[in-house]
């Protein structure tokens, strides 16, 4: 399985971004899919995650400017950034948790190469 994300650059604060993910190879089903971000510095955090039945869970820093949202016919993850501001600066990584090779399979995770995000004041 390989997530290849996409959209990341550079923004000015309160300008928008989107980020897209899509996973592909041989599997049977995804369960969540999510971004997390990493900072210089700082850990990976999660920034937003979406189930296979479409519920949502974002970080406290990021709701009400960031939506997540999947298209399970393309395996694809997208995250909508608006209103960014300086501290959204990171790399973001794109996760694909519980994916099942086949049904019966036990559940791997996977994660993307980063996609640098840049926002200056």
């Known amino acids: 399985v390989q997530l290849q994300a996409s959209g990341g650059g550079s923004v000015q604060a309160g300008g928008s971004l989107r980020l897209s993910c899509a996973a592909s190879?041989?599997?049977?089903?995804?369960?969540?899919m999510s971004w997390y971000r990493q900072a210089p510095g700082k850990q990976r955090e999660l920034v937003a995650l979406?189930?296979?039945?479409?519920?949502?869970n974002y970080a406290d820093s990021v709701k009400g400017r960031f939506t997540i949202s999947r298209d399970n016919a393309k395996n694809t993850v997208y995250l909508q950034m608006n209103s960014l501001k300086p501290e959204d600066t990171a790399v973001y990584y794109c996760?694909?948790?519980?994916?099942?090779?086949?049904?019966?399979?036990?559940?791997?995770?996977?994660w993307g190469k980063g996609t640098l995000v840049t926002v200056s004041s």
């Open positions: 996760n694909a948790a519980n994916v099942l090779i086949f049904p019966t399979a036990d559940g791997m995770d996977y």
């Open positions: 190879g041989n599997f049977f089903s995804i369960n969540a």
């Open positions: 979406i189930t296979s039945g479409s519920s949502t």
